[in-house]
């Protein structure tokens, strides 16, 4: 079954006015549009003429808040050899984790998502070796199963220098990674979480950003710690990549560079 969008359009909005910490009030003034109309936005009650003056406001791009709230635009389906996702339930939603291998059986684990069995039972079947585990960020989701994953496969984990973790060897961001003929360049994204990492896989038919939740299909993570920091970081080192590099986030379906460039309301 597809992965659906992470967010929808009142996400986005919701996303936008707190990262510049915008009232209602203070976007309706600035948009012409009553107060009452940018809470119902937000509310996740969908007016297209509302949101076409809101979103210049809010520093989002027109046509792609329009697509999030008509429900016009899916992501096409990605399917790349030596690249599989895992799709787990934790608390009210799902969180992805990824494995990367070669042809010599050579692997990478990328976070650990909610119950890594599914991982367990690929990297059994096709007998790989996991080589290593390396790490996005360290939101709950993403690392629960870190102890089981290292404890059943023996292999070492990663995670960013800004946030140390017990059980993972901390690294700055820039740093190279190989297993195999796979090559990991990292980058920090930051802004969502202190210290978020997107590790750029080569050696596949495609180069693929494993990028956490620093940017979704048609969304980005919040900017808890830094809005502006998450949206500068993702577009230096996400959307400066080839348009053909595929996007595998923390949540959501599989995307591309190219896809996001146009239809992600986040980046005009």
Known sequence: MAIPLEDKFNDIVGKSMRGFKLSDSEVAEKAGVSASAVQAL????????????????????????????????????????????????????????????????????????????????????????LKLILLTHTHGDHILELDRLKEKTGAPAYVGDREPLDGAESFAAGRSFEAGSL???????????????????????????????????????????SYGAALATNREQILSLSDDTIIASGHGPLTTVGEQKVHNPFFP
């Open 42 to 129: 937000r509310d996740g009650q969908w007016d297209e003429a509302v949101a076409r003056q809101v979103a210049p406001v809010l520093g989002l791009k027109t046509a792609a808040l329009v697509e999030s709230g008509n429900e016009s635009w899916q992501p096409k389906p990605i399917e790349i050899e030596g690249f599989a996702q895992f799709n787990t339930p934790y608390e009210d939603m799902t969180v992805n984790s990824y494995l990367a291998w070669d042809q010599s059986g050579a692997a990478i684990a990328f976070d650990t998502g909610a119950d890594c069995s599914d991982m367990l039972a690929l990297i059994a079947e096709k007998k790989l070796t």
């Open 183 to 225: 090559k990991v360049s990292s980058g920090l994204t930051w802004g969502h979480s202190k210290g978020g990492i997107t590790f750029v896989v080569n050696g596949l038919s495609q180069p693929v950003a494993v990028v956490g939740d620093a940017v979704f299909a048609g969304s980005m993570g919040g900017g808890g710690v």
